[in-house]
């Protein structure tokens, strides 16, 4: 390697050092933003959110700007949509062929359940199960 390609490839390597430790820096806020709005999220668990939400080249509600900003709205949006996918059946029901609206109007009110348990400060930190699939 010649001597410009040498100081290219440190700037890359540089740059992606910063750039990963930039990152690190961001989801470990996005997770104590998280934690700080859902104190009896369990434990872990806000990590995997933000872990989820801030995903790079990912479309998620973490990568906006408001999320950067460590937003509420953003924050309690990555939330909820984990807790859709995570503590309900809201997948399922979209296999067996419900629209997207028709699965969230479904898991709605549990959804609205475990964010509300989730932002109690008296509720232990625990995990719920998924209802089974409500076909009425």
């Known amino acids: ?3 410009t390609g040498h100081i290219v490839y440190s700037f890359i390597k540089i740059f992606r050092s910063n750039n990963y430790s930039h990152e690190a820096e961001y989801i470990a806020s996005f997770a104590d933003r998280v934690r700080e709005l859902y104190p009896s999220c369990p ?4 990590k995997i959110i933000a872990e989820l939400a801030c995903r790079k080249y990912s479309g998620r509600v973490g990568r906006s700007t ?6 509420k709205k953003a924050v309690c949006l990555a939330v909820a949509a984990h807790v859709r996918h995570q503590e309900t059946n809201y997948d399922e029901l979209l296999l067996t062929g419900f629209e997207r609206w028709e699965a969230r109007e479904q898991v709605h009110a549990q959804v609205s359940h475990v964010l509300a ?4 400060t008296t509720s232990q930190q625990g995990t719920f199960r998924r209802r089974p699939i409500d076909r009425a």
Do not use: T
Request: zero cysteines; charged letters at 35%; a negative charge.
């Open 117 to 120: 348990e989730w932002q109690s």
């Open 43 to 46: 434990i872990g668990r806000e």
């Open 1 to 3: 390697m010649n001597f």
């Open 66 to 71: 408001a999320a950067k900003e460590l937003d």
